[in-house]
């Protein structure tokens, strides 16, 4: 039917039902749309400006933009529900980090000049509306009027409110990328509904009725590098059956085997088995920053990811954990887990306060792997030590000359990137050497595909003298054996980009 012959009001409709998901292409698509769309344009542009990005501090000097919390953007949705259509990049992160000097009885109205008491009870009602609106209580087993009442317990407290961080995740159904709040925590009824948003994402539905989060391609935890900082990895598994999910980010991730020592404090490490609801068909990408995570929850984790093609791990001492780490057992986990699909794989050390214990590893079990990242610690614990364990430092190995480490036990046939990281010290001397011995003659039958290598040499604080010596004539056998080797100078710089970086 051409547009002329069509009324205004159903003109109108079509505008008013393309905001936002397709209202700038049909703003575009001719003079008769434009000119329809042109009295919605400047509330579109003001609401993308806002809820495109999402997060709760970037606009913090903006008096306009008062939203701290996750009670504060639940209310804006109440009161305009397609403000959550506009949330495309959900960085929920600093949930309630922004609340000093706020009254409680303080929730931003869509309109500035109504923040006042009339405002804040038509606020109130809208957010109980919506509550009591929602299917997912009913999917969960929850009684939407004690939710309530957990969440108005939560506001009384002036304090961060689980229950309103969960519920507003049952309210984002374009949203893409997704950072969970760092203060995100295991409770009962939360659980439940976390469950519930899941299930129901991943159950058929028509493309203008997109249940929650059933887009969400990238998923994260929201936590910092430290020592002290971490999380219990059971938190995030729920997440990763998410239908459309494709990368997931995890930051001080534990999972861990609890210590026996009575002087430690297990409450945030996993004492049982990661079991996902679902397969993660669609997850290809999975980095794991500062974790301290052991062979049997790496094993548990990777289990349910058939499709994983890249996977980053960077190793973290945390404080509750006995500080060691068997990082032979570790990578022979990720081998018999994903090794057949898995075509990018780091492993590093972030910090360790512990040991490495003993051990050997054979990677010619991951069939398809193009990238491979490890630290030189790995080829030491490769080899016969006169030691029965091998010390954070490194400082007192003492590598027997007689038991080479072999390149073919390290490094797959099909790897064409290889990247060791290393701090220097000269007791990693023995180890490179002996790796890449008479290399030149046994690449093209041992790693026939190897074209790039990088190799740590720090220069702040500097390698030792012998570690350097050795990083010479390891770069001299590799350009006679066709391959070009970097020699890094900073322990930490990059390298490679891998799959899923953002």
């Not at 998410?242 to 026996?260: D, E, K, Q, W, Y």
Request: charged content about 20%.
């Amino acid at each position: 039917m051409a547009l002329s012959l069509m009324s205004n009001e159903i003109l109108d409709s079509i505008v008013i039902s393309a905001i936002p998901e397709g209202f700038e292409s049909l703003a575009l698509a001719c003079k008769q749309f434009h000119a329809l769309c042109t009295p919605f344009l400047s509330r579109h542009n003001l609401l993308r400006s806002h809820f495109y990005d999402f997060n709760y501090f970037e606009k913090i000097h903006d008096y306009t933009f008062l939203i701290r919390t996750a009670f504060d953007l639940i209310a804006r949705i109440a009161v305009e529900p397609i403000v959550a259509r506009y949330i495309l990049n959900a960085d929920f992160s600093k949930d309630s980090f922004f609340m000093k000097g706020r009254p409680r009885d303080f929730n931003p109205d869509i309109r500035p000049e109504n923040f006042n008491i009339d405002a804040q009870l038509d606020c109130n009602a809208s957010v109980h509306d919506l509550l009591a609106s929602s299917p997912y209580f009913k999917v969960a087993g929850l009684d939407w009027n004690e939710y309530w009442t957990a969440i108005d317990e939560d506001l009384e407290n002036r304090g961060y409110s689980q229950h309103a961080a969960a519920f507003l995740l049952t309210l984002l159904p374009n949203t893409k990328t997704l950072s969970l709040p760092r203060r995100w925590k295991a409770l009962d009824a939360t659980d439940k509904l976390v469950n519930a948003i899941i299930s129901k994402a991943r159950q058929p539905h028509l493309p203008a009725n997109k249940p929650s989060l059933a887009l969400v391609t990238s998923f994260r935890t929201s936590y910092s590098y430290g020592p002290q900082e971490r999380v219990d990895l059971a938190l995030a598994t729920p997440f990763l059956a998410l239908p459309s999910l494709r990368s997931f980010h995890g930051l001080s991730c534990v999972a861990t085997t609890p210590s026996s020592s009575p002087d430690h404090n297990n409450t945030a490490i996993s004492r049982e088995p990661y079991h996902l609801t679902f397969r993660s068909e669609t997850i290809e990408a999975v980095h794991l920053n500062a974790g301290c995570v052991d062979a049997a929850g790496i094993a548990a984790f990777l289990a349910h990811m058939p499709h994983l093609r890249s996977l980053r791990y960077s190793h973290c001492t945390k404080e509750g954990t006995d500080g060691g780490w068997n990082i032979c057992a570790f990578i022979t986990a990720i081998s018999r887990a994903v090794g057949p699909h898995l075509e990018e794989l780091s492993i590093s050390i972030r910090e360790l306060r512990g040991s490495i214990a003993l051990g050997k590893v054979y990677m010619r079990d991951f069939q398809r792997l193009q990238k491979l990242e490890f630290p030189l610690e790995v080829a030491v614990c490769n080899t016969t030590y006169t030691e029965t364990s091998v010390t954070g430092s490194m400082k007192d190995l003492r590598l027997d000359d007689a038991t080479p480490i072999l390149l073919t036990a390290l490094v797959p046939p099909t790897v064409t990137q290889l990247s060791i990281v290393s701090s220097g010290i000269d007791a990693h001397a023995p180890a490179l050497e002996a790796v890449f011995r008479e290399f030149a003659a046994k690449k093209a039958q041992i790693v026939p595909k190897l074209e790039e290598f990088h190799l740590s040499c720090p220069v702040s604080p500097s390698a030792g003298d012998k570690y350097k010596e050795v990083c010479e004539r390891v770069r001299e056998e590799c350009e006679k054996g066709g391959v070009v080797c970097t020699l890094k100078k900073w322990e930490s710089s990059a390298r490679f980009t891998w799959d899923g970086e953002e």
